[in-house]
Nanobody
Framework: QVQLVESGGGLVQAGGSLRLSCAAS????????MGWFRQAPGKEREIVAT????????FYADSVKGRFTISRDNAKNMVFLQMNSLEPEDTALYYC????????????WGQGTQVTVSS
């Protein structure tokens, strides 16, 4: 497994931008598909975006398409989530997660970073 630490959350006004970062430890980072999830108070955790180990394919939830961009730097064991045109509905605790490409279960999770968007 890899250990994950998120950073970059904060308070921003609607329409603003934030860039989340996730630092991963471990020598096999480039074998993992990475993802960003979020959980708002009183709601279930939901997927936001994922990126394959080679960064060749990305997936986005409909609610963030065109506004968020996921990327990764395998040389630095980092994954990022650029969030633009933020909306109050994006307010949530954002988690970084990892799973091996050969599996379907997300096995590694960070502690989360809070994103709050004010109207």
């Amino acid at each position: 497994q890899v250990q994950l630490v998120e950073s970059g959350g904060g308070l921003v006004q609607a329409g603003g931008s934030l860039r989340l970062s996730c630092a991963a430890s471990g020598r096999t980072f480039n074998e993992y598909r990475m993802g960003w999830f979020r959980q708002a108070p009183g709601k279930e955790r939901e997927i936001v975006a994922t990126i394959t180990s080679s960064a060749s394919i990305s997936f986005y939830a409909d609610s963030v398409k065109g506004r968020f961009t996921i990327s990764r730097d395998n040389a630095k064991n980092m994954v990022f989530l650029q969030m633009n045109s933020l909306e109050p509905e994006d307010t949530a605790l954002y988690y970084c997660a990892a799973r091996l490409e050969s599996t379907s279960r997300w096995t590694s999770w960070g502690q989360g970073t809070q994103v709050t968007v004010s109207s």
